[in-house]
C-alpha cells in the first residue's frame, strides 16, 4: 500500500512540475532567404512573364498563429529567391516550426518554379500562409 501511494504522490508531483514549465522565450527565428544561382545575364523587367525581373512582395496572410508574408525574387521569370518577411514567432513553438518549415518550403518553391509545392508537415497553417503569400507575389509579378 506504501507502494502505491508513493508512486501516486511521485507520479502527481512530475506531472505537476511537467505542466509548471514555461516554453523558453528567446529572440524569433533568424530565418534566411535560399537562393537558387542567378542566371549570368539578366534583362531588365518586361512585358511578357517570360521575361520578368525583379523583387515582388506578396500579401500577409493572417494565420491562427501569426501574420506570414514572403518576397520573392524573379530573373528572367524564373524564381531565384524567396525572402521571408513575417512568420508566426509569438510562441517559442511558433519559432520552431518556423525554423523547422520555412527553409524545406523554399527549397521546393525554388525547385518547382511556383506556389504549386506540398505543405510541411506538422505546419500547416505556416505552409499555407506561406504558399498564398508567394502565389500573391507571383501573381503581382506576373507569372
Known sequence: MRRVAATTLSTTAGVVLLLALKPHQGHPPVVSAVSAPRPAASAPGGAASGTRTGEFTGDVVDTRYGPVQ????????????????????????????????????????????????????????????????????????GV
Do not use: C, K, N
Open 70 to 141: 514572403v518576397s520573392v525574387t524573379l530573373a528572367q521569370g524564373h524564381i531565384t529567391a524567396v525572402h521571408v518577411l513575417q512568420v508566426p514567432s509569438e510562441r517559442g513553438r511558433d519559432r520552431e516550426i518556423a525554423a523547422r518549415a520555412v527553409p524545406r518550403l523554399t527549397e521546393e518553391a525554388l525547385g518547382a518554379q511556383s506556389a504549386s509545392i506540398d505543405a510541411v508537415s506538422g505546419a500547416s497553417y505556416t505552409s499555407e500562409g506561406y504558399i498564398r503569400s508567394l502565389q500573391s507575389a507571383l501573381d503581382e509579378a
